[in-house]
Nanobody, 114 residues
Framework: QVQLVESGGGLVQPGGSLTLSCAAS????????MAWYRQAPGKQRDLVAA???????NYADSVKGRFTISRDNAKNTVYLQMNSLKPEDTAVYYC????????WGQGTQVTVSS
């Protein structure tokens, strides 16, 4: 069964940090590129960061130098370390494959506010 379960979101002040986790079904995690996406209210879902099965990464320009994506293949888990958070990072964050498949988890809410 295909399953994606995100966690780790919360309320944080500007300049703060959070680490998101996503546990994925082994059937979709192994040998696939994984990615984090986010969707702010009233906006489309956008790619934030991606990582190949071999560990190559790429980032949206808006998060370069602040966010780091990583993966633990033994745990079928992908992470997103977010530093220097800004109010414009506020969104629901989702993980999925890259390119994505039409199966989404519940997401995890990140709110950056003072």
């Amino acid at each position: 069964q295909v399953q994606l379960v995100e966690s780790g979101g919360g309320l944080v002040q500007p300049g703060g940090s959070l680490t998101l986790s996503c546990a994925a079904s082994r059937i979709i995690f192994s040998r696939n590129a994984m990615a984090w996406y986010r969707q702010a209210p009233g906006k489309q879902r956008d790619l934030v960061a991606a990582i190949t099965s071999g560990g190559n990464t790429n980032y949206a320009d808006s998060v370069k130098g602040r966010f780091t994506i990583s993966r633990d293949n033994a745990k079928n888990t992908v992470y997103l370390q977010m530093n220097s958070l800004k109010p414009e990072d506020t969104a629901v964050y989702y993980c999925n494959l890259r390119p994505y498949i039409p199966v989404w988890g519940q997401g995890t809410q990140v709110t950056v506010s003072s």
